[in-house]
T-cell receptor, first 115, second 112 residues
Framework: NAGVTQTPKFQVLKTGQSMTLQCAQD?????MSWYRQDPGMGLRLIHYSVGAGITDQGEVPNGYNVSRSTTEDFPLRLLSAAPSQTSVYFCASSYGASGRLYEQYFGPGTRLTVT | GQNIDQPTEMTATEGAIVQINCTYQTSGFNGLFWYQQHAGEAPTFLSYNVLDGLEEKGRFSSFLSRSKGYSYLLLKELQMKDSASYLC?????????????FGGGTRVLVKP
């Protein structure tokens, strides 16, 4: 199993550009989520999904869109990049869309810089 | 919404014990996790509590009191490799299912 994969690992964008961060898992996990982590800070939840076709907003959803058309993939779209979106982005997945939530498996992260 | 509070930083000596507290306010509580994160790496799972009491796993233990909205992570016999950030995360039940939110993390520095 590859676990949780994220691409790209590094990205530099100009203000106003759009892009999609890719996330895929091969563990048949129902629950997937996106977090951003700014230097010296904890993880802030952007969007999450409890299964294909079901997504919801986290703490900091503005400027980001998600969709979940398959169980395996959960891409994060930046609509119009801003310097405030410079951060490290982590995707995570786990069993447990409802009932008990199991441990999260994290991808390696995408380091995004917006100039 | 929910508030999750942890101390920002703690320093301890190799071989000692450190206790990292986490307080939270949430509705629909459905479990609390602790994760470890070394600098530049992704978080990794340490422990899970959903009922009151202590869960022990080797040198690490985690405690939960649901009535007080309080948890702690206890690290015993500290080693230099335990220098990392420790993240408390609270799961709550929403209409669509689970939702996991993290606190700001506690950076632990272990000194010789």
């Amino acid at each position: 199993n590859a676990g949780v994969t994220q691409t790209p690992k590094f990205q530099v964008l100009k203000t106003g550009q759009s892009m999609t961060l890719q996330c895929a898992q091969d563990m048949n996990h129902e629950y997937m989520s996106w977090y951003r982590q700014d230097p010296g800070m904890g993880l802030r939840l952007i969007h999450y999904s409890v299964g294909a076709g079901i997504t919801d907003q986290g703490e900091v959803p503005n400027g980001y869109n998600v969709s979940r058309s398959t169980t395996e993939d959960f891409p994060l779209r930046l609509l119009s990049a801003a310097p405030s979106q410079t951060s490290v982005y982590f995707c995570a997945s786990s069993y447990g869309a409802s009932g008990r939530l199991y441990e999260q498996y994290f991808g390696p992260g995408t380091r995004l810089t917006v100039t | 919404g929910q508030n999750i509070d942890q101390p920002t930083e703690m320093t301890a000596t190799e071989g000692a014990i450190v206790q990292i507290n986490c307080t939270y306010q949430t509705s629909g509580f459905n479990g609390l996790f602790w994760y470890q994160q070394h600098a530049g790496e992704a978080p990794t799972f340490l422990s899970y509590n959903v009922l009151d009491g202590l869960e022990e796993k080797g040198r690490f233990s985690s405690f939960l009191s649901r009535s007080k909205g309080y948890s702690y992570l206890l690290l015993k016999e500290l080693q230099m490799k335990d220098s990392a950030s420790y993240l408390c995360a609270v799961n709550m039940i929403k209409a669509a299912g689970n939702k996991l939110t993290f606190g700001g993390g506690t950076r632990v520095l272990v000194k010789p």
